[in-house]
């Protein structure tokens, strides 16, 4: 194996993440049981930290920060992120929201007020990003930010579960190969074309 950096470690990092997520979405299924569950959850977890430990252990080898720089930065962003749950000195508020709809509305104030240059609601969506996942987060940041939102195809929903709706994208996937075509590569170029035209519809209102 060639030397450790952070691009030649990028693909074990997105691996241990879909493993974790792998391991709570199963949760106790199969006749797993829940100690057992988390065991496996807590090694996942173990997994992902070890990548974190290895990145914040090269950029000290170069100079550039430490793992301790990461915990603390993250706590210091998360106080100041969640003003509805922290108070300055990082103590508890005496009273939260009380719907999540209110914490991401304070939430996304607070990113505004720190990077009030952003205007386009889409940037920081990961490029890697599966194509459902960033279509998913793309039509989430749309409406969080008052753009108006695309009308299903009649025949299309609503789901009453998450395996009604599974069962339809596969379908979807099935009869894309069969026409030749790849969902994924299709997903990408509408989510490509919804991220230029949804906010320029929006001002030419």
Do not use: C
């Amino acid at each position: 194996m060639g030397a450790l950096t952070h691009a030649s470690l990028v693909e074990y990092l997105l691996e241990e993440a879909f493993e974790v997520a792998e391991t709570i979405e199963a949760g106790t299924s199969g006749g797993t049981t829940a100690e057992a569950a988390d065991a496996e959850l807590q090694g996942e977890l173990g997994d992902v930290l070890l990548q974190v430990v290895l990145h914040a252990r090269l950029a000290e080898e170069r100079g550039a920060f430490t793992f301790d720089d990461v915990a603390r930065g993250l706590s210091a962003k998360m106080v100041r992120r969640n003003p509805h749950v922290f108070r300055p000195d990082g103590s508890l508020q005496d009273n939260f929201p009380a719907t999540i709809d209110k914490i991401v509305q304070k939430w996304d104030a607070v990113k505004r007020a720190e990077r009030p240059e952003r205007r386009d609601p889409f940037e920081g969506i990961p490029l890697a990003l599966p194509a459902l996942a960033r279509a998913q987060k793309s039509v989430d940041r749309a409406a969080r930010a008052g753009f108006p939102q695309l009308q299903p195809p009649a025949n299309v929903g609503p789901f009453t579960s998450e395996e009604e709706l599974g069962e339809l994208l596969l379908a979807v996937v099935h009869s894309a190969r069969a026409s030749g075509l790849d969902a994924e590569r299709a997903l990408r170029g509408a989510v490509r074309t919804y991220q230029q035209r949804v906010p320029e519809q929006h001002h030419q209102r």
